[in-house]
Nanobody, 121 residues
Framework: QVQFVESGGGLVQPGGSLRLSCAAS????????VGWYRQAPGKQRELVAS???????NYPDSVRGRFTISRDNAKNTVYLQMTSLKPEDTAVYYC???????????????WGQGTQVTVSS
């Protein structure tokens, strides 16, 4: 079973940048569509980026042009580079695998602990 460990979060000022990492265990990590998600207090978890096994990224309009997802299959790791951060980006960020080929489909793996991102002055 695939397990995920997220890291790289922290406190940053509006307009700043952070890079998150998602390290996964499992021998078949490279075949999965993988997504980054976030959940703010009192809000539902939402997808912010996903990437195919062939390194094709997808983003919702809320982060398009600001966030960049990438992966290194040899290291079983997915990254999320975040720039031009806004206070509304404040949330706990998670990664997970997505079944099938739909980029925003429901994830099916186990959730990790996530990493906190706080954007504030």
């Amino acid at each position: 079973q695939v397990q995920f460990v997220e890291s790289g979060g922290g406190l940053v000022q509006p307009g700043g940048s952070l890079r998150l990492s998602c390290a996964a265990s499992g021998s078949i990590f490279s075949i999965y569509l993988v997504g980054w998600y976030r959940q703010a207090p009192g809000k539902q978890r939402e997808l912010v980026a996903s990437i195919t096994s062939g390194n094709r990224p997808n983003y919702p309009d809320s982060v398009r042009g600001r966030f960049t997802i990438s992966r290194d299959n040899a290291k079983n790791t997915v990254y999320l580079q975040m720039t031009s951060l806004k206070p509304e980006d404040t949330a706990v960020y998670y990664c997970n695998r997505i079944p099938g080929i739909v980029w925003n489909g429901p994830p099916t793996g186990s959730w990790g602990q996530g990493t906190q991102v706080t954007v504030s002055s």
